[in-house]
């Protein structure tokens, strides 16, 4: 893998991680006078939630690289495993968009954002359940033809076999706090991913 595949999938874990850490936390999501305070500060919650999204696309890009790189490589691993990669990956863009947005346009228009997020609560969680359910699919099919690789080797197998874990269940926590269990989990499978082929690509040149 070249080194400009390798950054590529590096940025996905440092993008959605600027952009988590700009979100402003949300203890409960239950409780939307604490949302309504957290998206008054409205530039870090618009900009997380973007900077979110669009790491999320880069998610879907560097799955689509890592299919790519395995295909060369000669390790099977199916083009519906990139889809349902990129459908999950849509999905949660879709959602942290509508959800750093949608607040904002409430708050213009002279009401409050509980308004949106009485409004939209039962279609936000739906979406991201959705997104993880395939997105879900996507990364397990992915790292398992990863591991049978060797773009990752040895105990970091077991590294990125924890972040997959991490990414998906994290989701499921009621609070913001849960989006740091997520950028942690994506650290440890495309940031070890990534950091694996950056070696490599670094020792084969120079051996070269």
């Given at each position: 893998?070249?080194?400009?595949?390798?950054?590529?999938?590096?940025?996905?874990?440092?993008?959605?991680?600027?952009?988590?850490?700009?979100?402003?936390?949300?203890?409960?999501?239950?409780?939307?006078?604490?949302?309504?305070?957290?998206?008054?500060?409205?530039l870090r919650w618009a900009s997380g939630h973007l900077l979110?999204?669009?790491?999320?696309?880069?998610?879907?890009?560097?799955?689509?690289?890592?299919?790519?790189?395995?295909?060369?490589?000669?390790t099977h691993l199916s083009v519906i495993s990139v889809l349902?990669?990129?459908?999950?990956?849509?999905?949660?863009?879709?959602?942290?968009?509508?959800?750093?947005?949608?607040?904002?346009?409430?708050?213009?228009?002279?009401?409050?954002?509980?308004?949106?997020?009485?409004?939209?609560?039962?279609?936000?969680?739906?979406?991201?359940?959705?997104?993880?359910?395939?997105?879900?699919?996507?990364?397990?099919?992915?790292?398992?033809?990863?591991?049978?690789?060797?773009?990752?080797?040895?105990?970091?197998?077991?590294?990125?076999?924890?972040?997959?874990?991490?990414?998906?269940?994290?989701?499921?926590?009621?609070?913001?706090?849960?989006?740091?269990?997520?950028?942690?989990?994506?650290?440890?499978?495309?940031?070890?991913?990534?950091?694996?082929?950056?070696?490599?690509?670094?020792?084969?040149?120079?051996?070269?």
């Amino acid at each position: 893998m070249n080194k400009a595949n390798a950054i590529l999938i590096l940025a996905f874990p440092i993008v959605l991680t600027i952009g988590i850490l700009l979100i402003p936390v949300v203890a409960d999501y239950g409780d939307h006078a604490l949302a309504e305070d957290a998206a008054a500060q409205t530039l870090r919650w618009a900009s997380g939630h973007l900077l979110s999204a669009a790491a999320f696309g880069l998610g879907a890009l560097s799955c689509g690289t890592l299919y790519a790189e395995l295909k060369q490589r000669g390790t099977h691993l199916s083009v519906i495993s990139v889809l349902f990669s990129a459908l999950g990956a849509g999905l949660y863009a879709a959602g942290l968009g509508v959800d750093g947005i949608g607040p904002l346009i409430i708050r213009e228009a002279g009401m409050p954002a509980s308004v949106f997020f009485d409004a939209s609560g039962l279609w936000v969680m739906g979406t991201f359940m959705t997104a993880t359910l395939l997105w879900g699919i996507g990364l397990i099919w992915l790292v398992s033809a990863v591991t049978r690789s060797d773009i990752v080797i040895g105990t970091w197998r077991y590294v990125v076999g924890i972040g997959v874990l991490l990414m998906l269940g994290a989701p499921a926590i009621p609070s913001g706090w849960g989006l740091y269990g997520v950028a942690l989990g994506c650290w440890a499978v495309f940031g070890t991913i990534g950091f694996q082929a950056w070696r490599s690509e670094s020792e084969l040149v120079g051996e070269g």
